[in-house]
C-alpha cells in the first residue's frame, strides 16, 4: 500500500486557495490509486515548535546519544519513510509561510532524512520518489523577468536533492490577486492540471 504524506501549511484554513487545489489532487489520488492511504500533517494543528536555542540544545544531545528513537525525531521518520510527499503552502513573500520552514528544519536530521557516506559526499536517506509542492501566487514568478525571485519551488527542489527524492514536481495557480487576470479561469486550468498529475504521481 503506497503511503501519500500531506503536509498542509495552507495558513488560511478551508479559505485557503491551496488547500481547494491540494484537496482535489488528493481526491484524484487517491481515486487512481484505491489502495493507497493519505495521511495528513496539519502545520497550523500540529504546530512544531521552532529551534529556539533549549530546543536545538535537546535535539542536539538526543542526536549525540543516538536516540533517534525519541519522539523529538518523528516527524523526520515519518516524512522519511513515506512513498510519496505533497506539500500544499500559499506563496509568502516569496517563498512559503514559515510554519513550513519550521517543519523542514525539523525533518531535517542526519541519518534520518539525509546522511554523509565515507567520503563525506551528501546520501540522501528518504524512500519517496517523488515530491510534489501545490502552491499558489499572488503575482505570476513564472516569466522569465520574476523567475529569479521564486524561492519556495526552488528551496523544496534543493532539499528534495539533498532528502534523495529524486523527482520535484510543482503545481502552481499564478497572477491570482492581479486585477487583470480571471482568478476563476486560473483555478479551473490548475484544477485540470492537477487531475492529470494525480493520475501518475
Ligand atoms: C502574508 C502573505 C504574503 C504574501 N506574499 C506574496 C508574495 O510575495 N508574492 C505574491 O505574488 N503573492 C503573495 N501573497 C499572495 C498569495 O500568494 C496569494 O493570495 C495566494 O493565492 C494565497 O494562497 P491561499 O489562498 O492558499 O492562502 C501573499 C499573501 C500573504 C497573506
Known amino acids: 500500500m503506497e503511503q501519500l504524506l500531506f503536509i498542509n501549511a495552507c495558513v488560511r484554513g478551508e ?3 491551496t488547500l481547494k487545489l491540494a484537496r482535489r489532487f488528493l481526491d484524484r489520488w ?6 493507497g492511504a493519505v495521511t495528513e500533517v496539519d502545520l497550523c494543528k500540529d504546530r512544531p ?14 542526536w549525540n546519544a543516538g536516540k533517534l528513537d ?19 503552502a500559499p506563496f509568502w513573500d516569496l517563498s512559503f509561510p514559515a ?9 531535517s536530521v ?3 532524512t539525509f546522511g554523509y557516506d565515507e567520503q563525506g559526499n551528501n546520501v540522501g536517506l528518504c524512500k519517496a520518489g517523488k515530491l510534489l509542492l501545490i502552491t499558489t501566487r499572488g503575482g505570476n514568478f513564472s516569466l522569465p523577468e520574476t523567475a529569479w525571485m521564486e524561492m519556495g519551488a526552488r528551496q523544496l527542489e534543493a532539499l528534495c536533492a539533498m532528502y534523495g527524492i529524486d523527482s520535484f514536481q510543482c503545481l502552481a495557480a499564478e497572477g491570482l490577486d492581479d486585477i487583470r487576470n480571471d482568478k476563476e479561469a486560473i483555478l479551473a486550468e490548475a484544477m485540470g492540471r492537477a487531475d492529470a498529475m494525480a493520475e501518475v504521481f
Do not use: G
Not at 487517491?30 to 489502495?35: E, L, N, R, V
Not at 525519541?70 to 500544499?88: E, G, K, S, T
Not at 510554519?99 to 525533518?107: G, H, Q, T, V
Open 99 to 107: 510554519i513550513l520552514k519550521i517543519y523542514l528544519e525539523r525533518i
Open 70 to 88: 525519541d519522539p523529538m525525531f518523528d516527524l523526520a521518520h515519518q516524512f522519511a519513510a513515506a512513498d510519496r510527499i505533497v506539500v500544499a
Open 110 to 112: 542526519t541519518n534520518i
Open 49 to 62: 515548535v521552532p529551534q529556539y536555542p533549549e530546543v536545538l540544545a535537546e535535539r542536539d544531545e538526543l
Open 15 to 17: 479559505r485557503s486557495r
Open 30 to 35: 487517491q481515486q487512481a490509486h484505491p489502495d
